[in-house]
């Protein structure tokens, strides 16, 4: 190739970044496929491309057009790393360490590659792996934000909160605004009993920032002021898009249990109950049905399952299941008060955990259950006395609730109450929780 051609390539791919960095991803990538109808063999385009299409939503497409630019560049640890990325945001974390260790090999001193083993090794809980990969990116680059932001959630994960609260603070120093990183020092404040000190950290986050969902519920959650009635629908979505990739081996660490009593429940309930449809008619909605977990215990026993969720990555998750004749990226109350579809059961694990009033998604159940329809649900119990004597918000950013206050509600809603059972959901920091089982019925 003439030294006027690449002269020419090199600019037109200096212009094409700037659309790209811009944001203006499709004249980045019309000017790509020129470079490449071009040359066809230009790995930075090839790569670039791909990334391009990963930004719009084209997974498969980003996947093979960084897949060329290795081909025609096998020493090209950026374009690795980035196949590497896209599949450990896919949940696909054995391909992504693969594909980090081929970085590594190609260069020992990447440190992104270093930082993103670390994220793997923490998402899959080998928590101390993950320590010696985050410390080796920081012998190699110690001003390196992201590093120290790893650094201290892997430190929070051990619970060695005074070495993560070090840590996050040199994280907000070398940037400022990582909101990531000034919700966890608020966190780690509390946990060190540092809670004024939490409190104004997230003042400060919501006045810089006052559409930080995440940031206000946790405000609440820690002042016990301006509690809101439930959580919101954009905390709820930041909140489990964030935790999907690892969310059932983390739910597996926690004991969780939740999803297969509720599922227990619904096949007794079949085997029992006579006037109950019949398995071969049963049609069951899930709400806040996550990555499936119940849907899985229930799918050979029902004719239709629908699961209906806020979070859209923890929709991906269940999709991949194929166990759910219909899946709804929906508020759980809004979905139930326009659908036309009835159902014969509702169920419900460890979602109503973010509902303080209960009325509301009560009475939207009723509305979808067909007689004499079953709803199984489970909640965080709140035992003795409390100053709103319905709900609280613990600081965890869950709801706790007076089983009183539970069947109060149940009954305004017109269900008739079949049974409630105390059970453990899940274990927080080795402690068991105190949950309840709840059947009722519409008549």
Not at 158 to 180: G, I
Request: charged share 20%.
């Amino acid at each position: 190739m003439s030294k006027n051609k690449d002269a020419k390539l090199f600019n037109m791919l200096v212009k094409a970044r700037e659309h790209h960095q811009n944001g203006q991803l499709s004249q980045a990538m019309a000017a790509y496929k020129k470079i490449l109808r071009i040359a066809p063999n230009q790995a930075d385009a090839w790569h670039y491309l791909g990334l391009a299409y990963y930004q719009s939503g084209n997974v498969e497409l980003a996947i093979n057009h960084i897949k060329r630019a290795t081909v025609f560049a096998p020493s090209y640890p950026d374009a690795l790393n980035n196949l590497a990325n896209i599949h450990k945001e896919l949940g696909d974390q054995q391909q992504a360490y693969a594909y980090y260790q081929q970085v590594l090999e190609l260069d020992p001193k990447h440190a992104n590659a270093l930082i993103n083993i670390a994220v793997v090794l923490r998402e899959t809980k080998q928590t101390h792996e993950a320590l010696g990969y985050v410390k080796r990116a920081l012998d190699l680059v110690p001003n390196h934000p992201v590093a120290q932001h790893n650094l201290a959630n892997i430190y929070t994960d051990l619970r060695e909160f005074q070495l993560a609260s070090t840590a996050y603070q040199r994280a907000m120093q070398l940037d400022p605004l990582n909101q990531h990183s000034q919700r966890s020092y608020a966190h780690v404040l509390r946990e060190l009993g540092c809670t004024a000190e939490a409190i104004q950290v997230l003042e400060n986050i919501v006045k810089q920032n006052p559409g930080d969902a995440i940031a206000e519920h946790m405000l609440a959650s820690y002042t016990g002021t301006n509690i809101p009635s439930r959580a919101t629908d954009q905390y709820i979505k930041q909140t489990f898009d964030a935790f999907s990739v690892n969310f059932d081996l983390s739910l597996a660490q926690l004991k969780y249990q939740a999803p297969q009593l509720v599922a227990e429940k619904v096949m007794a309930l079949i085997d029992k109950t006579s006037d109950f449809a019949p398995s071969d008619k049963l049609s069951i909605l899930d709400i806040g049905c996550g990555t499936g977990l119940c849907g899985q215990c229930l799918r050979p026993a029902v004719e239709k399952l629908v699961g209906v969720d806020l979070s859209a990555k923890m929709l991906v998750k269940a999709r991949q299941l194929s166990i759910y004749d219909e899946l709804h990226e929906s508020e759980l109350c809004a979905y139930m008060q326009t659908t036309a579809e009835v159902f014969s059961c509702v169920i419900c694990a460890d979602t109503l955990v973010y509902f303080g009033d209960l009325a509301q998604a009560f009475a939207a159940v009723y509305q979808v259950l067909q007689a004499p329809g079953l709803f199984v649900f489970t909640l965080e119990q709140q035992r003795g006395d409390s100053e709103n004597h319905n709900y609280t918000l613990q600081k965890n950013g869950r709801y706790s609730h007076q089983l009183s206050y539970v069947k109060t509600a149940l009954q305004a809603a017109n269900f008739m109450i079949i049974s409630t059972e105390d059970m453990i959901p899940r274990y927080e920091n080795g402690e068991a929780v105190d949950g309840a089982l709840v059947v009722v019925q519409k008549m």
